[in-house]
């Protein structure tokens, strides 16, 4: 097999509790190895540490304990300056919230992880294909203000696509967007990670995303273990 675009080794997380409390651990020894161009689906319940995973996954924050390696790279070797390359080359972020820079057009939103990095040209025609792609063609204009929540969304999927990664971090990317516009922003995300090889790790609460992954896990008790396969 070749290097695993994803290394998780026993990672704890404690974050710090309330003034004088006992620390919240919410990671316990958790493992996750992810191969180039795999899906998988995060399930778990709310509160389970699920962003927490994708936080560390994606090199937003780092383990109390543990290693996290991204293409072979142990991430706490890196100082936070290259943390932040390799996050804006490799990896694909899909937030909870979608974090939409508001006084942005969509264009701009969706092209904003290229520009922070000025040796690549702007992927324009890649970003209007995606965007025409999930219906918002005729919104590249528009600010967040003028869109919908499952619109915002979109785009905030768009954003994590445009830089071809070689990884993609999405958290409920469709939990805000009916059945109909949910079905085919998953459609979007299979097609990408099959036809660019791009690996996914998704969390979601939608039965049908997580069929529609090669993997399914559950983060229960701060570590993960398969799913069983859901009756379709
Ligand atoms: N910065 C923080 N400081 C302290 N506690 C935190 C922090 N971030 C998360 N937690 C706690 O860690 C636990 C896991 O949070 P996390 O956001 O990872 O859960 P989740 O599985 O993503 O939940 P949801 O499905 O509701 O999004 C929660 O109990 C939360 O209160
Ligand atoms: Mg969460």
Redesign the pocket.
Known sequence: MSMPVLEIRGATKA??GPAGGEP?V?LRGLDLVVAAGEAVAIL??????????LNLAGALDRPTSGAVLLEGRDLASLPDDDLARVRNRSIGFVF?QHHLLPQLTVLENVLLPVLADRAAGLPVDRAMALLDRVGLGPRVGHRPAQLSGGECQRVAVVRALVNTPRLVLA??PTGALDARTAAALGDLLVDLNRAEGVALVT?T?SPALAARMGRRLR?DGGALRPDPDPVT
């Open positions: 974050y710090p919240v919410v778990g319940p709310s509160g389970s540490g699920k962003s927490t995973l909870q958290d409920e969390v609460h983060l």
